[in-house]
DNA sequence: TGTTTATATAACTAATAAGTTTTAGAATGT
DNA sequence: ACATTCTAAAACTTATTAGTTATATAAACA
């Protein structure tokens, strides 16, 4: 297996946080595991919708599974957001101040030293 | 029209990110502007195909576009970035460090001082 | 004015995604 | 063992996405 760097997690991962359904579900997972039941009443959607989603979600590393009973609980795992983080922050130059300045800055030819 | 808070936005925006050849042209954008043709040379990929994935880059506001001659060139605005890196840094303590013993020691009954 | 250059748009295809309802399965409790 | 509970899987529909080739358009140039 060809080591892409990391190119193949990121398409899972920023691909899961396109929709706002799964957004909301990690969301909730912050305060702590939840039930598929727990996770799907705040949407009006199926409960296999919601499966697919956490599905999706566990795919991209996002959360993993255990089980309670006969229910299936799913826990945070914010690990991969990390590095979706890092790969924003080599953007940060260009968002932090105004990148037009920065960018004339570095492009204006040599100035005479006083 | 309903103020979701951003998160349309974010919709557009984690959707643009999670294609390996869109992030392949904003990281060439940071070098600076450049053509359509410029930014499909490296691609096996048709110019139309190139394109589309700016026309999603355009409406996710990470690029903006201009004319020199008959071509169009391409610019970075990592505005949006911006916003989906505040989203990701709420998440920070969850990954920062184990979050499974950061939750077991907040969820710990409070022990004895020696 | 007509040609060239650079890019966008149209029309199409194939694959993927997101939802539905129905059904199957796995662990619990009686 | 059997019914219950909770979740996953199957089968299907519809919409979106990513790519193709062919064509149209806008600005520059001869």
Do not use: C
Request: aromatic share 6%; hydrophobic share 45%.
């Amino acid at each position: 297996m060809v080591d892409d760097g990391g190119e193949a997690r990121l398409d899972a991962v920023f691909g899961a946080l396109a929709d706002p359904t799964r957004r909301a579900i990690l969301r909730r997972l912050k305060e702590g595991e939840a039930t598929v039941a727990a996770l799907a009443a705040p949407f009006a959607m199926s409960q296999p919708a919601v499966s697919r989603h956490l599905r999706v979600l566990e795919e991209a590393g996002l959360i993993t599974r255990s089980r309670r009973a006969t229910a299936r609980l799913s826990h945070l795992d914010a690990a991969p957001l990390r590095a979706a983080a890092g790969w924003l922050a080599e953007y940060r130059d260009y968002w932090s101040e105004s990148h037009d300045r920065l960018a004339a800055l570095l492009a204006a030819p040599p100035t005479d030293r006083p």
